[in-house]
């Protein structure tokens, strides 16, 4: 291991189908980069399977450590803490906090994930609350959007301090200097919105930061990829994601449905298939998976439940820029004058 | 007009082309329904020469009211309340509040039509704020959101009165004794979310309403058509509505962009195109046309800005169905014995 830079903790029993697609996620990130090593955490058994079937029985960035029990999706995060001091996200968050590991990715449990974090790794002194970001398509790339549920309660200090976090996090991943950052509101005008929102806007105005200053956008305008970071409260951040999320599969739905309802559509769809396949690939959702946690001691990745291994290498992509571009030092400096 | 049974002030002149697209979708509503009286507040010679233009001049429901002033999108609604007294807006609220009409329906400024109708029409006593409700469409028909941005400050009390209103506004227009509501929270479990919700979901669960309650939802769970009334606050709303509105815009035009990149591409469009026509008419947003203000003592309708003259021939559809099922008159009964 030592020869290796960084090192990633994998809980590697959460969400559908684990730890196969963790272990073929894994399989496609190894083709690329061979920079890092991994710790992979969960039931040996399993994991060995994996490998074996998956040809990676035999690489050196490897190891498993033997996890006997496991958080499930259903246990609350008062659960999670009182049984889980054993199980394989337990273990891989307590490796971080004993500096074994860099940062932490897993598909499990999202409420025990961030809590059990929290508790183990610690926040960093300046920042107050935790955020959890994303990744958001837009016409011109990509943009981040964060808070998307971490917090609930926020407040005048939280957009400030999110704008710098999401900003340095912009930056690792994308490589700009000064990217844009806007509040999300329910109008662009400087009158609108509610008494923090405003406060936020005066603030963040008034002095120099890591970041230019855009304003207020609406929900319609994340799309336009005029700016390069969003900034919302926990509340509105997960619905503005889950809201669009359910309005892909809306109309994705709708479109099979009439496409497979007569013959003629079925022919049509058989014509056009790489037409399909190629809009299938420039919106795949994959691309985009993996919540980052960020705020504390050590970046936290939370891969979707239902993610596939396609996505899950798709976070460790993610992971590993966030770790080669050294985001939670940038996180600690920008705030270190604080 | 002692013949007619209803009677709508038409605001002829806010939004993008009018006041044709006003008069054109006027005439396609008349092709269905000859009940209703429209008095039309605007300019008399544009809105004459609409009328001709769209052969509805010898048309007995009709009345022109001239308006010498109009109400611009750019003028802020303190400007709106101070210059707009004789402005076509102005004038056709002004006509419910003396009664002359029932119901006012406008394409113009948003925040000054909110606000002069609450000013003049005022409030039903026992509602502390106006909703501003949309039609929402689901896998198995049409929900109804509120509030979708009237009201940034929210309280307990708002989110029950809303639950019953978006339940008679459901009943009168789907004709559904008793909804399901739901709120709009960020997980389903009872502990999710803010204390105004979780104190909100106990008092609505408490008592006997004219709805029956599903609990929560989350954004994605909208589109499934599970509940028929979501209730939310008008920041969480207004949000949820224009990243939908936003993330159909982004997929339409990543579609298009594909079919049309190459020559393939545009064949298969040509081939295909009875398939697309219908799609579009299967999720056509003009069908969900209108915002729907309540809680006055008459109701309010917005039509879209750049709704085109078929989107205000929907709210027109709106309308009628609001006025017949006596809507107003079941909100205030349902509220008399608060």
Redesign the interface.
């Known amino acids: 291991m030592s020869s290796f830079n960084y090192a990633i903790a994998i809980d590697a029993m959460g969400g559908e189908n684990s730890p196969d697609k963790i272990i073929e996620g894994l399989k496609l990130f190894l083709h690329e980069d061979r920079d890092i090593f991994f710790n992979i955490y969960g039931d040996e058994v399993l994991i060995k399977k994996s490998l074996v079937k998956f040809n990676l029985k035999f690489i050196e960035n490897l190891k498993i450590i033997n996890c006997t029990t496991q958080i499930k999706d259903k246990n609350s995060v008062r659960e999670s803490i009182k049984i889980g001091k054993d199980s394989s996200m337990w273990k891989a968050i307590e490796s971080v906090k004993e500096k074994k590991n860099d940062l932490i990715i897993s598909s499990g449990n999202t409420g025990a994930l961030l809590v059990i974090s929290k508790l183990l790794i610690k926040m960093i002194p300046q920042i107050d609350k935790p955020a959890l970001a994303g990744l958001w398509?837009?016409?011109h790339g990509t943009s981040i959007v964060l808070d998307l549920?971490a917090n609930?309660?926020f407040n005048e200090k939280n957009y400030l301090d999110f704008s710098k976090i999401g900003s340095e996090l912009y930056s690792v991943i994308f490589e700009k200097k000064k990217p844009n950052v806007a509040l999300?509101n329910?109008g662009s005008e400087e009158i609108k919105?509610?008494d923090e929102l405003k406060n936020s806007f005066a603030k963040i105005n008034s002095q120099l930061n890591n970041f230019n200053f855009h304003g207020y956008i609406?929900?319609?305008?994340?799309?336009d990829g005029i700016v390069d970071v969003i900034v919302?409260d926990?509340?509105?951040g997960?619905?503005?994601?889950?809201?669009?999320?359910?309005?892909?599969?809306?109309?994705n739905?709708?479109?099979k449905k009439?496409?497979s309802s007569s013959i003629?559509?079925k022919l049509?769809y058989l014509?056009?298939l790489?037409?399909f396949k190629?809009?299938k690939k420039?919106?795949d959702p994959r691309k985009y998976n993996g919540g980052i946690f960020l705020g504390l001691n050590a970046p936290v990745i939370k891969s979707h439940g239902s993610a596939d291994s396609l996505a899950f290498y798709y976070s460790l992509k993610l992971s590993a820029k966030i770790l080669k571009g050294n985001l939670v030092n940038k996180i600690k400096n920008n705030f270190s004058n604080d």
């Open positions: 398509p837009n016409f549920g609930i309660e999300l329910v919105g509610h609406e929900g319609n305008q994340i799309k919302t926990g509340f509105s997960n619905i503005a994601l889950k809201t669009a999320e359910g309005t892909v599969n809306f109309i739905t709708e479109i009439i496409f003629f559509g049509c014509l056009c790489p037409i190629k809009i420039n919106i």
